[in-house]
């Protein structure tokens, strides 16, 4: 998910041939408090004019309690981007609040409520804490986000490269979305010229469950997708599980061995999964 800031043109313009899955047009921290007004001008006329292909558009707006939240709804909504990424949710109640407003733009315009998605975006200590009950409120959040800057500023911590101070906070957001089925996307890796630490960051991200990872320049979008994509072995040996889990079905039999080691039914779940990383179905195998 590359965050483009609102203020950008050029950026907005080429958002769609940068390669990353999904664009988060920035109105929030991106853009500087003279700049609000221009930044969703130039927002909206680009969602109404640019084609972004198959990528996913998101819009981060600013949060309801600025000046500037509200008026941002009201310009995006309309347009229904993908997703509206709410920043520094904390609780339920707040949530709540933001998708009544936004289902009264979406009825004024006569727009369905089951198009645009909302992005919950974690970025406080409260946050954190409520992150489950976020996560469950309501069908239209289908992905939790992390914010780790805003996250340690308000903890008081130091931000390190590896992420110490907020590790359990990741995981807390990943066990929250894993547990209602929707996405986690991870926090940005902030320096965009040290690509080894961004490989390790990623890795990280995966091994531990997140669904993706935000970045701040295009540069770094092809190594998270290197990291993502299952490697040439992963492949072989998740289609080869899938094949023989379905022969060994149609003989009745649930659990077998490959090469010694036992496969049952979530290795099967998990071999699924990297094909559908791959792009592989494997309903046709």
């Known amino acids: 998910m590359l965050y483009i800031p609102g203020n950008n043109p050029a950026m ?23 700049q609000k007004d221009a930044a969703r001008i130039l927002v909206r006329n680009m969602l109404k004019s640019i084609n972004f292909y198959t990528t996913e558009v ?127 996307i991870d926090t940005v890796f902030v320096d965009v010229n040290d690509e080894e630490g961004l490989r390790i960051d990623t890795e990280y991200a995966k091994q531990i469950g997140f669904s993706g990872k935000a970045v701040i320049n295009p540069r770094q979008i092809d190594i998270i997708h290197d990291v993502y994509m299952p490697t040439e072995e992963e492949i072989r040996k998740a289609y080869r599980i899938v094949l023989e889990f379905k022969k060994n079905k149609k003989a009745g039999i649930g659990v077998f061995a490959i090469d010694g080691k036992m496969i049952d039914a979530p290795i099967m779940t998990r071999a699924t999964q990297v094909l559908e990383l791959a792009n592989i179905d494997f309903n046709s195998i």
């Open 12 to 34: 907005l313009q080429q958002g769609g041939v940068y390669g990353a899955d999904s664009l988060l047009l920035d109105l929030e921290d991106a853009v500087a408090l003279n």
């Open 58 to 184: 998101c819009v981060r707006v600013n949060h309801l309690d600025t000046p500037f939240g509200l008026e941002d709804l009201e310009e995006i909504v309309p347009l229904q981007p993908d997703a509206i990424r709410y920043p520094k949710t904390e609780t339920v109640e707040e949530l709540a609040k933001l998708i009544q407003i936004i289902e009264a733009i979406e009825d004024k315009h006569n727009l369905p409520h089951d198009k645009m998605t909302i992005h919950a975006m974690i970025e406080t200590a409260l946050g954190v804490q409520n992150v489950f009950e976020i996560a469950k409120f309501s069908k239209r959040v289908d992905a939790i986000t992390i914010g780790g800057q805003d996250l340690t500023a308000d903890m008081n911590i130091k931000s390190t490269k590896e992420g110490s101070g907020i590790d359990l906070a990741r995981k807390m957001i990943v066990m929250a979305a894993k547990a209602n089925k929707i996405d986690a």
